[in-house]
């Protein structure tokens, strides 16, 4: 079985927003409730990896990280997402390494 | 070009060491000079000494050249990197002078794009570090780079700034300084630490 992908320029939006969907478009809460969540589930379900795509995005807030991957970690733990999830980044080391240490001790607002 | 510099430089090492080789069996030839050929052996091991000492201090400035310029670039570097945080204030006080043309949202993505440019030279800094410095770059804890400048960040696109109904305020502009010169600190700390390792 393939895995599941989400390509977030082109799935979701290239410029995302902050933490939640009354703060503004394209936000964390909207891109965890969209597509996160019930891709990673699927993907958890059918025992494949959940492949996500971060290039060809102009930054990526932390409200925004901490909105979506943090909150999938708070939700079914740090160790869970690890194991489910692979980042694609040809662009940059440094934003997965932001993404990975939000998933670890994620914010909790 | 560094290439032909060097071959420059071998040749005419070669030329000068010939032409005193030369020179006084030429003399010899050419004039009634008779030669005392014993050798004083402390005079012969200071000439050796001389020509190797020669050799060893232009290969060893050349050495030390290189890596001056390997520590510029990535000093330049960490300074760009100052610079692109410090365009963060700059967008605030546009925002702050209540230009029309330029909304919140822009302010935003205009932030944003700086945190993925400065993202990107830290990604060419740990490179550049991780070749000519390997051993000083060995000795950082992991993702030292990155985990400096990361409370910035957070505080920049996690907090007020990125709610819904921000207004930006005096209070506002004077945390982001606080904030932006201790991200400053962090990476100017790192320029001293390579400084001092060299």
Redesign the interface.
Known sequence: MNNEKIIIRSDFSDTPGARYKVDGEFSGEQFYDDLLFPKFEKAQSNNVKLEIDLDGVWGYPSSFVSGSFGKLSIQVGAETVRKVIVFISTESETRVDRIWAEIDNPTKK | MKQSISVVNILALSFVFFLGTLLPILIYFFDDFSFVFEINIIDFLSLLATITLSIVVVYLAKSLDKKDIARNIVVEDLNKLCDIYSENRNILGKLQSKNKNYSL?QA??A??????RA??L??RI?KELEVSFSSFYKKLPA?EL?NQT?DY??W???GPF???NFTISSAYIKDHETNLCIVHSNINLLIHKLIKSI
């Open positions: 949202t935003r993505q932030i944003n794009l700086n945190f993925h993202d990107l830290i990604d740990n993702k990155s990361l960040w957070k920049v696109t996690d990125m709610i819904g």
